[in-house]
């Protein structure tokens, strides 16, 4: 259990995560959110691309 609610994506979970995103993307009115979206996507797609990484996002 992480009591910190640290999560971490692998090159697989990525891509998912990319998927969901761009659908996400497509709904967003708020640019401040949007643009908050399209900046994780764009650390998902280095590790989706990127053998042998992870992303970790710390802290909840």
């Known amino acids: ?3 910190y609610g640290d999560t971490l994506f692998n090159e697989q979970a990525a ?6 995103i761009a ?4 709904r967003c009115a ?5 643009a908050a979206l399209l900046d994780l996507a764009e650390l998902l797609e280095a590790c ?3 053998p042998g990484s992870d ?4 802290g909840d």
């Open 1 to 3: 259990m992480d009591p």
């Open 15 to 20: 891509q998912v995560a990319c998927q969901e």
């Open 23 to 26: 659908a996400l993307t497509l």
């Open 30 to 34: 708020d640019d401040q959110r949007k």
């Open 48 to 50: 989706e691309t990127t």
């Open 55 to 58: 992303v970790l996002l710390m």
